[in-house]
């Protein structure tokens, strides 16, 4: 799996766009990008993913550069309910392969 | 829909002891996986069970063993516990053969050994 580079952590204004970022410059052609968060205590849970184009669901944005080697996760409006630890995985999508978790993103929503 | 579930929520053993984790896929998913995640780091894969077998593993010696049942559901057994096992175990579910290969977290159980 390719690694990947996320800032340690960061905060956000509740009520503003949370954008976070992910640098994977060696993605290869058929790994997709990964989002997952965690909460404090709980099990990681799934955000979103995509391969080349960009991707939109109920929970978040994602953008993926041209070139595929970043992206950037967007919170449209975000909520205390989305502090929580960010982490980007890219993985190739044979159903058969493991998530590599880093240390991610550990992102505060400010009052 | 049912989620992904896992028990016990909590446990405490003694080094030296053996444990039994167990988790319930969610309805629909035949495919399991199990991490571990230590305080402060992100989860570390350990294996994956695919058909009642297993279809991957990580760097976990070989005291770390899994099943997994016909309805899909899981048993992470770990013998022989050290202090450095205490962390957070996580099952994973996902649906291999569907082209959708998301996986989805239970709420873990805390292990502490001592």
């Known amino acids: 799996d390719a690694k990947t580079t996320q800032p340690t952590s960061m905060d956000c204004a509740e009520g503003r766009a949370a954008n976070l970022p992910c640098n994977h410059s060696?993605?290869?052609?058929?790994?997709?990008v990964y989002w997952y968060r965690q909460i404090h205590s709980q099990g990681p849970q799934y955000i979103i993913h995509g391969l080349k184009n960009n991707e939109t669901n109920e929970m978040a944005s994602l953008i993926i550069t041209e070139d595929r080697k970043s992206s950037t996760l967007i919170l449209p409006h975000a909520t205390l309910r989305d502090t929580a630890v960010y982490y980007c995985?890219?993985?190739?999508?044979?159903?058969?392969?493991?998530?590599?978790f880093g240390t991610g993103t550990r992102l505060t929503i400010i009052p | 829909e049912t989620g992904v579930t896992q028990s016990p929520t909590h446990l405490i053993k003694t080094r030296g002891q053996q444990v039994t984790l167990r988790c319930s896929s969610q309805?629909?998913?035949?495919?399991v996986s199990w991490y571990q995640q230590a305080l402060g780091q992100g989860p570390q894969f350990i294996f994956q069970?695919?058909?009642?077998?297993?279809?991957g593993r990580g760097n976990f010696p070989p005291r770390f063993s899994g099943l997994q049942f016909p309805n899909y559901s899981s048993e992470l057994n770990v013998n022989a516990l050290e202090l450095d096992d205490s962390a957070l175990y996580l099952c994973?579910?996902?649906?291999?053969?569907?082209?959708?290969?998301?996986?989805?977290f239970g709420p873990g159980t805390r292990l502490t050994v001592t």
């Open positions: 995985i890219v993985r190739e999508d044979f159903g058969n392969e493991k998530l590599t």
């Open positions: 994973a579910s996902s649906s291999m053969g569907t082209g959708r290969y998301e996986q989805y």
């Open positions: 060696t993605i290869s052609g058929n790994e997709y």
């Open positions: 309805s629909g998913h035949n495919t």
């Open positions: 069970y695919y058909r009642e077998e297993e279809n």
